[in-house]
């Protein structure tokens, strides 16, 4: 006598399985190989950490419904995921410090920001030497100006906008600061008097790849600073808002030519978006990238109570055995 057939909603359940496990490894595999060659896949690199979690919901159906060949592909699908995470979070080596430090301060502000108070109390008690700022809208500028901040940090340049890409860099001494087109977007830059030399600071805040027309734009303006840095003639530290997880082509790139000051030295997961203001999960897309002849002591992530991107305080200090180490 033949076994029942299995109920139609647990042959429905087992076709969704599969579907779910094989989308999740077929966009894991394209990353691996393509990274970011489509508009799904520069639109999901965000949600890189969180995209074994589905999988494991299916892994638990499948040991209970003792629907084995799914309960081992699930089991695989996580366990890549799980490895591939490990060489994210894994052990911290940060190069050892030549010199004195230099803090610096880099905030996505939001431009239409419900409350900048409490934000722009929290950006001045770290007083940084440099502000790197994003979003950098009238409202802010106004808030900014009228700050006993705006006195202690004259030196730098602002582009102030009603969209979401103005830009300002202001700092405790004096710099020699422009703004300058990144991907269709106007961005800024400053050379930082720093140890032996100087540094190239750039504020970075691109387009997001949450639609077909801006995602060629995100992928080629994260192509031109990827580019920019490796032609860099000076030690530099890239930060602001990149709209690009460590599941992306640009982190990938970027290995090449910087270190990620997070992966250095930082703790805990370090997500910076959306910062309890979306009902989406976690992210980290808020980067400090640094040269290799510099190094960070500190590394240390804010609140920003109403902003969608909590805020980065990193201290760079001259790498020992590099040029900028003070004789």
Request: proline share 8%; charged share 15%; aromatic share 10%.
């Given at each position: 006598?033949?076994e029942?057939?299995p109920?139609r909603?647990?042959?429905?359940?087992?076709?969704l399985?599969?579907?779910?496990?094989g989308?999740?490894?077929?966009?894991?595999?394209?990353?691996?190989l393509?990274?970011?060659?489509?508009?799904?896949q520069?639109?999901?690199?965000?949600a890189g950490?969180?995209?074994?979690?589905?999988?494991?919901?299916l892994?638990?159906?499948?040991?209970?419904?003792?629907?084995?060949r799914l309960?081992a592909?699930?089991s695989?699908?996580?366990?890549?995921?799980l490895?591939?995470?490990?060489?994210?979070w894994?052990?911290r080596v940060t190069?050892?410090?030549?010199g004195?430090?230099?803090?610096i301060?880099?905030?996505n502000?939001?431009?239409?920001h419900p409350?900048?108070?409490p934000?722009?109390?929290?950006l001045?008690?770290?007083d940084?030497d440099v502000?790197?700022?994003?979003?950098?809208?009238?409202?802010w500028?106004y808030?900014w100006m009228?700050?006993?901040?705006s006195?202690?940090h004259?030196y730098g340049?602002?582009?102030?906008?009603?969209d979401?890409?103005?830009t300002?860099?202001?700092s405790?001494?004096?710099i020699t600061a422009?703004?300058?087109?990144?991907?269709g977007?106007?961005q800024?830059?400053?050379?930082?008097?720093?140890?032996?030399?100087?540094i190239d600071?750039?504020?970075?805040h691109?387009?997001?790849?949450r639609?077909?027309?801006?995602?060629?734009l995100?992928?080629q303006?994260?192509?031109?600073l990827?580019?920019l840095a490796?032609?860099?003639?000076?030690?530099?530290?890239?930060?602001?808002?990149f709209?690009?997880?460590?599941?992306?082509?640009?982190?990938?790139?970027?290995?090449?030519?910087a270190?990620?000051?997070?992966?250095l030295i930082?703790?805990?997961?370090?997500?910076t978006?959306?910062?309890g203001v979306?009902p989406?999960?976690?992210?980290r897309?808020d980067h400090?990238?640094?040269?290799?002849d510099?190094?960070?002591?500190s590394?240390g992530?804010?609140?920003?109570?109403?902003s969608?991107?909590?805020?980065?305080?990193v201290?760079?200090a001259?790498?020992?055995?590099?040029?900028?180490?003070?004789?």
């Amino acid at each position: 006598m033949s076994e029942p057939s299995p109920p139609r909603w647990r042959r429905g359940l087992v076709v969704l399985g599969w579907l779910g496990a094989g989308l999740v490894f077929t966009w894991g595999l394209a990353q691996a190989l393509f990274p970011d060659a489509t508009f799904a896949q520069g639109a999901l690199q965000v949600a890189g950490d969180w995209a074994a979690v589905p999988v494991v919901a299916l892994l638990v159906v499948a040991l209970v419904a003792r629907e084995h060949r799914l309960a081992a592909a699930s089991s695989s699908v996580v366990m890549l995921h799980l490895l591939a995470l490990s060489g994210l979070w894994g052990s911290r080596v940060t190069p050892p410090a030549c010199g004195p430090s230099m803090t610096i301060v880099s905030a996505n502000l939001l431009m239409v920001h419900p409350n900048p108070a409490p934000l722009f109390a929290e950006l001045e008690a770290w007083d940084a030497d440099v502000y790197v700022l994003q979003e950098y809208s009238p409202r802010w500028d106004y808030l900014w100006m009228g700050s006993r901040v705006s006195t202690t940090h004259p030196y730098g340049t602002s582009l102030v906008r009603e969209d979401s890409f103005g830009t300002a860099i202001w700092s405790r001494h004096p710099i020699t600061a422009e703004v300058f087109d990144l991907g269709g977007v106007t961005q800024s830059r400053a050379r930082v008097p720093f140890g032996a030399g100087e540094i190239d600071l750039i504020n970075v805040h691109v387009l997001p790849p949450r639609t077909s027309e801006y995602f060629p734009l995100w992928r080629q303006g994260l192509d031109d600073l990827v580019a920019l840095a490796a032609d860099e003639a000076v030690p530099f530290v890239i930060t602001g808002d990149f709209n690009a997880s460590p599941w992306s082509k640009f982190a990938r790139d970027m290995h090449g030519v910087a270190d990620d000051a997070w992966e250095l030295i930082g703790t805990g997961f370090g997500t910076t978006w959306p910062n309890g203001v979306f009902p989406l999960p976690p992210a980290r897309i808020d980067h400090v990238f640094l040269s290799r002849d510099l190094t960070v002591t500190s590394f240390g992530i804010g609140d920003a109570l109403g902003s969608d991107h909590a805020p980065l305080r990193v201290e760079i200090a001259p790498r020992t055995g590099g040029g900028l180490c003070v004789q």
